[in-house]
């Protein structure tokens, strides 16, 4: 009996540490997705992609609302380092908008398609410790992730592989961000 009170109370600790990690982690993505569409709102607003641009930042600014609430019902902090990350995800924004309408949509393209793959990579592990037990968080997270994935591909429709230099520019943006994930994973 002991022993399985103590496994019981191990499987608590780890699906709480692994709820946490999720939480944390996915409103950082969020806040840096808020941010980066402020910055190439900034830029680009009266543009021929201005409108696109706000309808994806609208959509980003519910998945930080339902990110905030996630975080609250759980008792999650939020990473120390999100005024860097908002920072740090403005100025991308604005930085690959200045590289205009493409090197917006690259951004776009380059950022989602990570997100996509890292909210995949969270349903496999939700899924893999417990559907039913995961259940309210799986159906969150596959909204989000479908919603991100579209508008990976609005980026794409939006000639965002045209921009110059697209592969490097798609390789320093994913690599920033994994180097993100990464470190809001732990703290």
Not at 14 to 19: G, V
Not at 44 to 50: E, F, M, T
Not at 60 to 75: I, N, P, S
Not at 133 to 140: F, N, Q
């Amino acid at each position: 009996m002991l022993k399985i009170l103590v496994r019981n109370a191990h499987t608590a600790a780890t699906r709480k540490a692994m709820i946490e990690k999720i939480i944390r982690v996915d409103h950082a993505g969020e806040l840096g997705a808020d941010r980066i569409y402020a910055g190439q709102m900034a830029v680009l607003s009266g543009s021929s992609i201005g409108s696109i641009i706000k309808k994806m930042w609208d959509e980003e600014k519910e998945h930080l609302d339902t990110m905030e609430r996630l975080a609250a019902k759980h008792d999650v902090s939020h990473t120390i380092l999100s005024p860097v990350f908002g920072l740090a995800a403005y100025a991308l924004g604005v930085g690959s908008a200045l590289l205009g309408k493409e090197g917006a949509m690259a951004c776009t393209v380059a950022v989602e398609e990570l997100i996509g793959q890292h909210y995949n990579d969270q349903l496999k592990e939700l899924l893999a410790d417990d559907p039913e037990a995961h259940k309210e968080l799986l159906e969150i997270l596959t909204r989000l992730r479908d919603e991100e994935l579209h508008h990976h591909d609005t980026g794409i429709e939006h000639d965002g592989e045209k921009a110059p230099a697209y592969d490097a520019l798609k390789w320093i943006i994913q690599t920033g961000c994994k180097g993100a994930i990464a470190i809001a994973e732990k703290i």
